[in-house]
């Protein structure tokens, strides 16, 4: 028998550990949770009719503080005039009233009854 001058071959390299991907130790997991924020209470301001104040009025008071066009103001103005009340918008809290108090300042100026009030919206 010969002589083994040099050692005897190291056995092949273990394959490296290969870990299941929620097991890497290094990911970052996102839990699923149920929202908990509900959306901010919105409010609708309604217009509502009266016998004095011009139809023309009205239009012009939904295009400019409601910014609608012509048509849909005066479809707005209309439903108003038939059903005694109307919405010209929803809005956060603080915007619809301070739509409410444009109108009725704009209304009192011009020497109108027209009146309008911030709702909350179911
Ligand atoms: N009813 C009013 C008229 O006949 C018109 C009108 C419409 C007034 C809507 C108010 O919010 C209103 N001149």
Redesign the pocket.
């Known amino acids: 028998m010969k002589f083994m001058a040099s050692k005897p071959p190291k056995p092949a390299p273990a394959a490296p550990k290969v870990r299941p991907a929620d097991e890497d130790g290094g990911s970052v997991v996102l839990e699923r949770r149920t929202q908990k924020t509900k959306p901010p209470q919105m409010y609708q301001v309604v217009?509502?009719?009266?016998?004095?104040?011009?139809?023309e009025f009205?239009v012009v008071v939904i295009q400019e503080f409601f910014n609608k066009d012509r048509e849909t103001a005066t479809q707005i103005?209309?439903k108003?005039?038939l059903d005694g009340?109307?919405v010209c918008g929803v809005y956060s809290r603080d915007v619809a009233q301070s739509k409410v108090d444009q109108v009725q300042q704009a209304a009192r100026q011009a020497g109108h009854p027209?009146?309008?009030v911030s709702e909350p919206v179911e």
Do not use: R
Request: proline share 5%; aromatic share 6%; net charge negative.
């Open positions: 217009m509502l009719n009266d016998d004095y104040t011009p139809m009205v103005m209309l108003i005039h009340k109307g027209l009146q309008c």
